[in-house]
């Protein structure tokens, strides 16, 4: 029985993707690495680190090191954030419409936690939620499960018990590898992905989410 909703945060909760993408590409540049949209899109859902080091490891650049590159990079995305970032489309209302209905909520994010306590202020949600954690203090990140095992571990729910919403394939691996049901709601020019098919569930806001799909998913 579900009784515990775990989220994503980056382009689930707040449109901070497009702005991961500027920070990286205006980082990068200053190690004389050009990275492209559609390259930058290969690394969405990985830690900073994980990013840079792969990144790091093709380009092969000397001029910083990779531990003062993803700092910069937390660093610029974390400000464009506070002063642009925007709540996803029916981020108010998934949140109450599990609070009203006494789940527990969590919150499994690949960012930093200096950044996803930066986004909770930011977008007043830190009430919502019951338990936090980040992928920093895992020995792997996405699309290893151990983030959402911790998440689940915190709210003290059995992951078979979790319902976990995710924009990503890398995301929905994690969840889907502890074993948790998946509700993906990627953005627009990504719902054709054909790995979606592994979610239990797609949808195209999360607005579309209600009692039926809840429903539907317990059963």
């Keep these: ?24 590409r205006e980082v990068f540049s200053t190690v004389g690495v050009s990275l492209s949209p559609e390259l930058t899109h290969l690394t969405t859902g990985l830690r900073t680190r994980e990013v840079v080091s792969y990144w790091h490891n093709y380009f092969g650049w000397d ?6 590159v ?16 925007q709540a996803m489309e029916g981020l108010g209302y998934i949140l109450d419409f599990f609070r009203s209905r006494n789940y527990r909520i969590g919150l499994a994010s690949s960012s930093p936690s200096r950044l996803i306590q930066s ?34 571990e915190a709210l003290n729910t059995h992951p078979l018990n979790c319902l ?17 049901k998946v509700v993906v ?11 979606f098919v592994l979610a239990d569930m797609q949808l ?7 009692e039926a799909e809840l429903e539907k998913l317990s059963s």
Excluded at 63 to 68: F, L, Y
Aim: aromatic letters at 8%; a negative charge; hydrophobic letters at 45%.
């Design 164 to 180: 976990a919403f995710e924009d990503s394939v890398t995301g929905m691996i994690a969840a889907k590898a502890a074993r948790m």
């Design 1 to 24: 029985m579900i009784q515990t909703a775990i989220f994503d945060m980056d382009g689930l909760l707040i449109d901070s993707e497009p702005l991961w993408g500027i920070a990286m």
């Design 70 to 85: 993803s700092d910069e990079i937390i660093e610029s995305v974390t400000a464009k954030i506070l002063r642009n970032g």
């Design 63 to 68: 001029t910083k090191s990779p531990e003062q």
């Design 185 to 195: 709601v990627p953005e627009a020019h990504k719902r054709t992905e054909p790995r």
């Design 119 to 152: 986004v909770l202020d930011h977008l007043d949600i830190r009430p919502y939620f019951d338990a936090v954690s980040s992928a920093e203090f895992e020995p792997y990140g996405k699309p290893h499960p151990a983030v959402y095992l911790a998440c689940a």
């Design 204 to 210: 195209p806001s999360l607005l579309a989410f209600g």
